[in-house]
């Protein structure tokens, strides 16, 4: 498997692999990261598509792509994926799959004809004092310190970071800005969690300082995530003859290590509570998604709190990840991702509207009317003041084909959940959805008598807590995570979230698809290469405009002495296109 930096190779069908009629392949998740693998395979490695099988435990597929319930009882979305034009690996993954939507064309199609009509854009990044906007909203806030230690953090070897957090590398300084408001609300970080994560985050996303203040460097899907990505993607995949078998609970994948090869031999699962599982020849493939962020999730309702759960069993992914670690040292540290959990959840919540009130609310703070069909709040806006560090969330609507003219769909999550609000005097994992409507309602301005009637008569709010949403960025070390196609492996990959691969970052619907598409192209010798992950932190064009950006348009101290040096020359008309002398 190689990278590559253009598009020479990006129209190319590959060749068929030696052999590759007689092989089949087993994927255990069929999470986007499971579903993409399949697809690879099938595109560019030819194998026969009824040869391949997807195993999941639950009955519906996607993973944390979800969406789901009804107008009646309230519509369901544990999160929502941010996406950019930058994805390389998931954009060459779509440009194949049909749209359910638009009759012969792609998804990659439709979603960038949608976005280049309607861009997005946020009319509100942050707000605080009961529904008025964020007063310095416009401004990033970083002192001259700050802004040295983001540079130097993008500068350090990940070597030097093995263990420490964002807090170890970054000061109160940094804490303090509006750069950390907007960046740890729209990528959910924790002052606790991993400092490599951080750093490959700002290098990774240099381009998207550019965008932080409105959000404009994003794009979104028309509908919910179930119905905009996974759904196409297993209804093409079922089209072609791939086998998808629900309620298997993989329980241990088993790995011949002796002679200094790994080979994976045997599947292990439950069904039905009764164990059974599958011999694998050493010529067959296996793909395992180890660890899920929406691993436990549970629901609450608008009377009810979501309950915590924290129990790995047997049947649970993380106790599959443990049973594969146990084999080898090379398949990664699990308990390093899912052992501190009170460092690792939060709890969002999904609002149905019943009337006009809380629509109203919306287009009054927004200056945009919810039911336009085009882009709402374009993003998260984050209410500063916030005990919980609440944003919410109003996509495009409707969000769900089947929602019903006049109702709309909202999306809240808070960060800290475990400490009381500021209406609502109980921390936001004890409160029901009614409770946590409320604590929006009052931070959105909703004169306090009137409060407490609009959340019982005017939503149904259903809470869910997720306490491994954020494992991905516990902090960690050099072999916690297994790398895609472990040293030595002959048959066996990992895929998602918890499996490593350089430079690119987690909790990203990109960083699925490329560890899928780097275990399809490795374990088959597949000639093509994989593209590489954006390098905008290698583009001076790109460094100077988030340079001018970060000093929220202010010249560099001492521009006219830098002027002087440069006068004449491509840096001379680069810092002076971009504002900074």
Not at 24 to 34: E, F, N, Q, V, Y
Not at 548 to 554: F, R, V, W
Request: one cysteine or more; hydrophobic letters at 40%.
């Amino acid at each position: 498997m190689r990278y590559a930096h253009s598009n020479f190779e990006a129209f190319v069908r590959p060749e068929k692999p030696p052999g590759i009629e007689g092989r089949s392949t087993w994927i255990i998740g069929s999470g986007l990261g499971g579903m993409a693998a399949a697809a690879f395979l099938i595109r560019d490695a030819h194998m026969t598509p009824s040869h391949i099988t997807i195993l999941d435990a639950s009955g519906a597929d996607g993973g944390a792509l979800d969406g789901a319930g009804n107008a009646e009882t309230g519509w369901l979305i544990r999160g929502g994926r941010e996406m950019e034009e930058q994805f390389q690996c998931l954009w060459d993954l779509y440009r194949s799959i049909p749209s359910l939507e638009v009759q012969d064309v792609s998804v990659l199609d439709e979603f960038y004809r949608l976005n280049r009509i309607d861009p997005s854009s946020s009319p509100v990044r942050a707000m605080c004092g009961r529904g008025q906007p964020l007063p310095d909203r416009d401004s990033l806030k970083l002192t001259g310190k700050a802004r040295r230690e983001i540079i130097s953090l993008i500068l350090t070897d990940e070597k030097k970071l093995d263990g420490k957090t964002i807090r170890d590398v970054l000061s109160a300084d940094f804490m303090k800005s509006n750069f950390w408001l907007f960046w740890r609300s729209m990528f959910a970080f924790e002052t606790w969690h991993s400092a490599i994560e951080m750093k490959r985050y700002l290098a990774r996303f240099v381009h998207q300082i550019l965008g932080l203040k409105d959000l404009h460097t994003l794009k979104f899907t028309r509908f919910n995530q179930q119905e905009s990505l996974s759904r196409p993607l297993a209804t093409w995949l079922a089209e072609q003859g791939v086998m998808f078998r629900h309620g298997i609970q993989v329980t241990n994948v088993r790995v011949d290590t002796t002679g200094g090869k790994k080979v994976a031999s045997h599947i292990d699962w439950l069904e039905n509570e009764q164990p059974g599982g599958i011999n694998i020849p050493a010529n067959d493939l296996v793909f395992v998604t180890n660890g899920s962020m929406v691993e436990n999730s549970r629901w609450g309702n608008h009377h009810a709190p979501a309950p915590v759960d924290t129990t790995i069993s047997e049947g649970n992914i993380w106790q599959l990840w443990r049973n594969i670690a146990a084999q080898d040292s090379a398949f990664g540290r699990p308990d390093v991702f899912c052992g501190d959990t009170t460092k690792s959840r939060w709890e969002s919540a999904t609002v149905t509207t019943l009337d006009a009130r809380i629509p109203e609310l919306v287009h009054k703070v927004t200056g945009r009317d919810p039911f336009s069909g085009r882009t709402v709040t374009g993003g998260p806006i984050t209410i500063q003041d916030s005990a919980w560090l609440m944003s919410w969330v109003v996509s495009r609507q409707p969000h769900f084909k089947n929602q019903p003219e006049g109702q709309m769909v909202a999306w809240l999550y808070g960060l800290f959940s475990d400490v009381p609000g500021n209406y609502v005097k109980k921390p936001m994992q004890d409160c029901t959805g009614e409770e946590i409507t409320r604590e929006w309602l009052f931070h959105m301005g909703v004169p306090e008598d009137q409060i407490d009637d609009m959340a019982a008569t005017g939503a149904i709010t259903h809470p869910c807590m997720m306490p491994f949403i954020t494992a991905q960025f516990m902090p960690r070390s050099a072999g916690d995570r297994p790398k895609v196609v472990p040293d030595g492996s002959v048959n066996l990959a990992f895929l998602g979230q918890f499996a490593e691969t350089p430079r690119d970052t987690v909790f990203t619907t990109e960083y699925s698809v490329r560890t899928a598409m780097e275990a399809v192209y490795t374990l088959l010798d597949i000639d093509r290469a994989v593209p590489e992950v954006f390098g905008s932190v290698y583009d001076i064009r790109m460094l100077l405009q988030a340079a001018a950006e970060l000093q929220d348009g202010k010249k560099i101290p001492g521009s006219g002495l830098v002027h002087h040096l440069t006068v004449g020359t491509e840096i001379d008309d680069l810092l002076d296109r971009y504002g900074l002398i």
